[in-house]
């Protein structure tokens, strides 16, 4: 076969080709460096965000705002209503400041989460509604029932510092629709939606439980004139609630257990004093 022929007459050479350029395709070139790695999936944040020394400051402003806001009602009261006793309106005083000091701890505890944390607030707590609510609500009423049978083998004092927000049907009304409402919502976030997950966390479930029901059987012993036996049973009112946060995963869950418990009770109470009016005919405790 003839060779191809230049301009000037002698024979064209064919450069060699690398066999292997023919079958690969086009390498890219880099540009600025060598070849740009993925982008890594940022880490998820850690459950709770927060720590035990936000909890311990969440107590201490719980702590300090139920007092001086008492105190601001009363004066309140005491200007709104200048000849009425603050003894006889005592129970309205206390219900009407822990409210409010439950509002301004809320406050705190949404900017502490999502300000500094930045976890949007009903996400980081784990208030997610469970399938079964209602059942969660029966739950707590069947854990009132128990828990008054076990009543009857220990010790119940006759009467205790909590039966005067039960001393006229006004005071027991309001006090019923705050302990199913708002009372029970704030124990429910401080320690099943604040502290269960931090002891959880550092000392596991069995210790997140025991020490979560013991500082909140402990919170009750006041109202309760210190009576060892009604504080165990709060204990172990506490331990169930725990146990069903554990479980569900769900602040809601437990608030509903802790709402059937309290309406039960509240209800029953209801019944046996004929409209909270004649409370002689209950044994509160």
């Not at 064919?14 to 070139?29: F, I, M």
């Not at 311990?56 to 000849?83: D, E, K, N, Y």
Request: hydrophobic share 55%; no cysteine.
């Amino acid at each position: 076969m003839a060779q191809p022929q230049s301009v000037s007459g002698a024979p064209e050479s064919v450069p060699e080709q690398n066999p292997s350029s023919l079958d690969s395709p086009p390498q890219p070139y880099a540009v600025g460096g060598p070849e740009t790695q993925p982008p890594i999936a940022p880490s998820a944040p850690r459950d709770p965000v927060w720590n035990g020394w936000d909890v311990l400051l969440i107590a201490a402003l719980t702590l300090l705002t139920i007092p001086i806001l008492s105190i601001f009602v009363a004066l309140g009261a005491r200007l709104i209503w200048p000849h009425a006793s603050l003894t006889a309106i005592a129970p309205e005083i206390v219900i009407t400041a822990q409210f409010l000091a439950y509002a301004v701890v809320v406050l705190f505890i949404v900017m502490l989460v999502e300000g500094k944390y930045h976890v949007r607030f009903w996400q980081a707590i784990h208030w997610n509604w469970p399938r079964w609510g209602g059942a969660m609500f029966g739950l707590g009423v069947v854990l009132l029932l128990s828990i008054n049978l076990l009543a009857r083998f220990l010790p119940m004092p006759k009467s205790t510092p909590f039966d005067q927000f039960f001393a006229s049907p006004r005071d027991a009304y309001l006090m019923s629709i705050f302990a199913v409402t708002f009372g029970p919502f704030m124990e429910e976030l401080f320690f099943r939606g604040l502290l269960y997950p931090v002891l959880e966390r550092r000392l596991g479930v069995l210790w997140g439980v025991l020490l979560t029901a013991a500082p909140f059987a402990m919170m009750h012993m006041f109202q309760y004139g210190y009576a060892w036996g009604v504080v165990l049973l709060i204990f172990v009112m506490g331990i169930v609630v725990t146990i069903v946060r554990a479980k569900t995963g769900s602040v809601a869950a437990s608030f509903l257990v802790h709402v059937g418990y309290n309406a039960t009770e509240m209800f029953a109470l209801l019944l046996a004093t004929d409209g909270f009016r004649h409370m002689e005919k209950a044994a509160l405790g």
